[in-house]
């Protein structure tokens, strides 16, 4: 016996997705910093613990060719079009045996839920050999598969957000977004050409980050390498008025660093400015940003300006080896120079130095010293980006090493020191030296032959 499927068709379509719970733990008083906190769910509150599953309820209702409503089981499918009339096959329920009760029947649809991301679906009817027309337009409700998990919500807004969530009222712990997640991102935000992710806050922190073992807050950037990469940094900060990167450091020791910087190939940190101080170091008197003073500062010209005094260390921008006790500056040699030589003008080459070879030299310049605490005159070296300099260091101020003969009598502490008869050594340069022939001033003794001496540079 044939059935009849009228062409005129009531259908209504319901979409159930789930009860979703959003439950939001409020604070007893606002913290200082935000933290981490644990939601609480109030009484009453119910959450789901299972997702939701992917299907939509679709209802309709069947009558013959009279209006009279049908009875029985009917083939009938369903398939999830783009378009209203042409367009792509998105999904086909295949062929399903579906009840029918008085003209009502209702199937469940396992559709793809990855379809519903915004764009406009249209489904077409098959009933007993008979393709249904027109199609019909999945509206509204089928949508809220847009949240569940996994879900992508898509669109094309020039000028609003495609999710848009808002959080009302005034709440110490609230969150219009929350993510958790055991090892990948909580919260990811990826852009083409635009910002990843953008935190703004009128009063507070625009974007915060927190972790109990690894960064609060990390960046990574994958940009070609250029001169200076400003526009391309892992992480990126701008303030109008404010510090456009803060950091704070709470423990003592190297364990609590404000801002830390490491370079594996090029400088930890690097400073630029176009009109104010290069670099700035201040200190918070009492701990608590009240009464703040600048102890060291390096202005646009290079300028290094400090409160107190300057200790160079054992560092090798120090260019020494050991807590030096003079101040040297580089020298041009036309021979081989080596710590301790006295060395005087060289007048066949305007500008260089040799060692002093005749007693009482009146051309005599100095000592060559081994551990300067302060050099001048070092070269810079563009490439390397470097201050490299291994041209011999003369003595200017303080004590230095000198080597030293006893050619003209024992040498004492006190007695005046100049050029002797040999290349590179002082000897006691005796009682009213000529003026210009002095080095230095002996603080030890030498009894006889040769030796190394401790000297105070005071050239006469």
Known sequence: ??????????????ATVGLLGLVWAV??????????????????????????????????????????????????????????????????????????????????????????????????????????????????????????????????????????????GFHTSGKAISGSVATGSAVRGEATGGYGVVGVSADNHGVYGSSSDKAGVYGSSSALPTYYNLYTPGVYGSSQNGAGVYGRGVNAGYRGVGVFGQGEGGPGGKFMTYTGNIIEGWQDVLGNHLILERRFKVDTDGDVYADRAYYCGLSTGCFNSGTGADVAERIDATEALEPGDVVEIDPDNPGHFRKAATPLSSTVAGVVSANPAVTM?????????????????????????????????????????ASSMIPGYAMRAGANPPVGTVIGKALEPLEAGTGAIQMLVTLQ
Request: proline share 7%.
């Open 27 to 168: 604070g007893a008083a606002l913290a200082q910093e935000p933290g981490l906190e644990t939601e609480a769910i109030p009484p009453g509150d119910v959450r789901l613990g299972a997702s939701v599953a992917s299907k939509i309820n679709y209802q309709g209702r069947l009558t013959d060719p009279g209006g009279a409503p049908l009875n029985g089981t009917f083939d009938m499918r369903f398939q999830i079009y783009d378009d209203q009339t042409s367009g792509t096959l998105l999904w086909d329920s295949g062929v399903m045996a579906v009840d029918v009760d008085h003209g009502l029947f209702n199937v469940e649809l396992a559709v793809d839920q990855a379809d519903f991301d915004g764009q406009e679906l249209w489904l077409m009817i098959y009933v007993e050999g008979d393709w249904l027309s027109p199609r019909q337009e999945l509206v509204a409700v089928p949508y809220a598969l847009s949240l569940r998990p996994g879900a992508t919500v898509r669109g094309d807004l020039p000028s609003s957000a495609v999710l848009y969530v808002e959080l009302e």
């Open 377 to 417: 005159g070092n070269a810079f070296d563009p490439e390397s980006d470097q201050w490299n300099d291994d041209r011999p260091l003369l003595a200017l101020v303080g004590i230095v090493t000198v080597k030293a003969s006893a050619e003209n009598g024992p040498i004492q502490p006190g007695d005046l020191l």
């Open 1 to 14: 016996m044939g059935i009849n499927v009228s062409r005129k068709w009531w259908v209504s379509m319901i």
